[in-house]
């Protein structure tokens, strides 16, 4: 058997240092900033997702699935998967 995957519109933010307050509060994630060494931090967004708790860095776009669901997406992957219809009014 074949199968195509169903076109569905998803809504779709791009995390960056300037938007991580909005897209934090959006998505309902948690800021953290983890040292890997003395003199080096990661910084990212964890965010509750049905697959338990995932990390979004900054150029990880964070969908918002059919479901209401929140996860992030690297962006190579999303710019192979989705088509940018426009930007989402608030």
Known sequence: MKARK???EVEARQLTK????EVRKWCGG???IEDVTDEVSQEY?????VEGIMAADFGD???K???G???????DIFHK?????GEVSE
């Open 69 to 75: 669901e929140f996860y992030p997406c690297k962006p």
């Open 18 to 21: 300037e938007n991580l307050t």
């Open 45 to 49: 967004l964890t965010i509750k997702t």
């Open 61 to 63: 776009y964070i969908i």
């Open 6 to 8: 169903k076109p569905v």
């Open 81 to 85: 998967t989705y088509e940018i219809l």
């Open 65 to 67: 699935g059919v479901n």
């Open 30 to 32: 948690t800021f953290a």
